[in-house]
């Protein structure tokens, strides 16, 4: 691929922060066309570096997403499989909870099944990087037989969608993922 020109690349950085900023106040559905307003440009443009919604969302959120990724590479080691698997959670849970449009990103991303192919969407990142924590638990039985990672993903983005407008989202989101790590039963002795 050849390189960009230098104004290709200046309206790309101009139109990844705008994008940034709407999706921060404006969540996953930021309108493509007042980024495009805002970032002084068509929406042509807009379309030219962002195919779709779904590769903008991805540009959003590319660093956040590769720290989590980061932070369960350097989790895999741990001794305590459940503990490394629950901080990595807890942080995905965090995020998602916190980053507003994240959890949505990730939902859409689930939902476009795994035949639509998203070379780098958040979820397959997310799954590809929390995958050896959650077979390094199975294997050590601090998880329930039959647990895949996607169900985990799919706990914390419905956990992180459930209190998006709580006045602390990550407090709470944490408190729930709690209860959901601890189950709603109390331990029969």
Same mark, same amino acid.
């Given at each position: 691929?050849?390189?960009?020109?230098?104004?290709?690349r200046?309206?790309?950085a101009? /139109?990844? &922060?705008v &994008?940034?900023?709407?999706v921060?106040? @404006?969540?996953?559905?930021? #309108?493509l066309?007042?980024?495009?307003?805002v $970032?002084?440009?068509?929406?042509?443009?807009?379309?030219? @570096?962002f195919?779709?919604?779904? $590769? /903008?969302?991805?540009? *959003?959120?590319?660093?956040?997403?590769?720290?989590?990724?980061?932070?369960?590479r350097?989790?895999?080691? =741990?001794a %305590?499989t459940? !503990?490394?698997?629950?901080?990595? /959670?807890?942080?995905?849970?965090?995020?998602?909870?916190?980053?507003?449009?994240? $959890? *949505?990103?990730?939902?859409? %991303? =689930?939902?476009?099944?795994?035949?639509?192919?998203?070379?780098?969407?958040? #979820?397959?990142?997310?799954?590809? !990087?929390? %995958?050896?924590? *959650?077979?390094?638990?199975?294997?050590?039985? &601090?998880?329930?037989?039959?647990?895949? *990672?996607a169900?985990?993903l799919?706990l914390?983005t419905?956990? !992180?969608?459930?209190?998006?407008?709580?006045?602390?989202? !990550?407090?709470?989101?944490?408190?729930? /993922?709690?209860?959901?790590?601890?189950?709603? #039963?109390?331990?029969?002795?």
């Amino acid at each position: 691929m050849p390189a960009q020109r230098a104004d290709a690349r200046r309206n790309y950085a101009r /139109l990844l &922060a705008v &994008a940034e900023e709407a999706v921060a106040t @404006h969540g996953a559905d930021a #309108s493509l066309e007042e980024i495009a307003r805002v $970032a002084g440009v068509g929406s042509a443009t807009v379309r030219r @570096h962002f195919p779709s919604r779904h $590769a /903008l969302l991805e540009a *959003v959120f590319r660093e956040r997403v590769e720290a989590l990724c980061a932070r369960a590479r350097e989790l895999t080691g =741990r001794a %305590d499989t459940r !503990a490394a698997l629950l901080e990595w /959670l807890g942080a995905v849970t965090a995020d998602a909870a916190t980053i507003r449009g994240l $959890a *949505v990103a990730l939902t859409r %991303d =689930r939902a476009a099944g795994p035949d639509v192919a998203h070379e780098h969407c958040c #979820s397959a990142q997310l799954t590809e !990087a929390g %995958d050896p924590l *959650v077979r390094r638990a199975l294997d050590d039985g &601090a998880l329930a037989p039959g647990v895949t *990672v996607a169900d985990l993903l799919a706990l914390v983005t419905g956990i !992180a969608l459930a209190t998006e407008h709580h006045p602390d989202p !990550a407090a709470e989101a944490g408190r729930l /993922l709690g209860l959901t790590v601890a189950g709603i #039963s109390p331990h029969q002795g």
